[in-house]
């Protein structure tokens, strides 16, 4: 049975508590709640990421509020800081007690703790689980910018995998499993691919070949996109040069359901089917190891990247906002 915490002396608005008074006990109704709910909607398995919530709650590392109601953890959010800027990491509402303006509290509480710190000049946040249009119940403040971003899924039930493209891609270009030692040319890739680009002013990180770096090995090294799929993942290479000029890497978010966690090609060989060839690729593996589902996310203005994900079968089932303060 999960511990409780002493109730309010009075019924009423849910009590906004830091995380680092609870222990894991506490939040452990909301996170199998969440866990459920994460496979319901998105068809992705958020336990490894629920089993970090806990282990770093019971070391009182995490930081961030929980929504406190007659002795029970109703909802919670937490953030990490990393060099200068704040990222928040998660936001949950119990089904029950769910409410835009429950959800709004714990956002207003989190994004106030992370202003407090002197050296944080930026807040990025995606929250697929949010209830909400960010657009329809933030505050307009100056320091924030809310982007439209499209959960997309492939059913392979309803649509099989697509076939070779029916032009060889231009350049010329031969494809590979991914191997670590493509991380350096795939972290150079990103930042060139990225510039000017919309998900840049989403993700910072893919700004500089620092940050570039730091997107790689997290999408490789930790469950937040679920489990690397080496099979799937596959870097493009033009055939004269033998320079690196697309990347498509995966991952698995649940038995049977694969995601793309990156896909991009180099600004020279746009347009020229390299994309294509690299997705149509990893979902023919992805197909090939027993997955019957595939998601992505994508940024909802990039209409170019939209469109070929829906020409082989993908579909929005889900929109959330990307979350961007910068210049408080």
Request: net charge neutral; glycine share 8%; charged share 20%.
């Amino acid at each position: 049975m999960a511990a409780r915490l002493e109730a309010a002396p009075r019924a009423g608005t849910p009590e906004v508590v830091p995380l680092r008074q609870l222990r894991a006990a506490h939040l452990e109704p909301l996170l199998e709640e969440e866990v459920h709910a994460w496979r319901e909607a998105l068809d992705w398995d958020f336990s490894k990421s629920a089993d970090l919530v806990r282990r770093f709650v019971d070391m009182h590392a995490l930081q961030g509020f929980a929504l406190l109601e007659a002795g029970q953890v109703i909802g919670y959010s937490y953030y990490v800081l990393e060099d200068r800027k704040g990222l928040i990491g998660d936001l949950y509402v119990r089904l029950g007690r769910h409410s835009p303006a429950l959800e709004l509290r714990l956002l207003r509480s989190v994004v106030g703790a992370i202003m407090q710190s002197a050296c944080v000049r930026r807040i990025e946040s995606q929250l697929m689980m949010a209830r909400w249009h960010a657009a329809h119940v933030l505050p307009a403040v100056p320091s924030l910018t809310v982007y439209e971003r499209n959960f997309m899924r492939l059913d392979f039930g309803e649509n099989p995998p697509p076939g070779p493209p029916r032009r060889a891609p231009r350049p010329a270009v031969f494809l590979e499993r991914w191997n670590d030692q493509y991380q350096e040319s795939a972290a150079q890739l990103i930042a060139e691919a990225y510039e000017g680009h919309v998900d840049s002013l989403i993700n910072d990180q893919y700004r500089s070949l620092a940050g570039a770096r730091r997107f790689l090995f997290n999408i490789v090294q930790y469950p937040g996109c679920g489990i690397f799929f080496r099979p799937a993942s596959l870097a493009a290479f033009d055939a004269q040069t033998g320079r690196m000029c697309g990347i498509c890497l995966t991952s698995i978010v649940a038995e049977g359901c694969g995601h793309i966690t990156q896909i991009c090609v180099a600004p020279r060989v746009r347009a020229g089917g390299v994309g294509y060839a690299l997705l149509q690729q990893s979902l023919a593996s992805l197909h090939a190891c027993g997955c019957r589902k595939i998601s992505l996310t994508v940024t909802a203005s990039n209409q170019e990247a939209v469109s070929l994900y829906e020409s082989v079968g993908f579909r929005t089932v889900r929109k959330f906002s990307a979350l961007v303060w910068e210049g408080f």
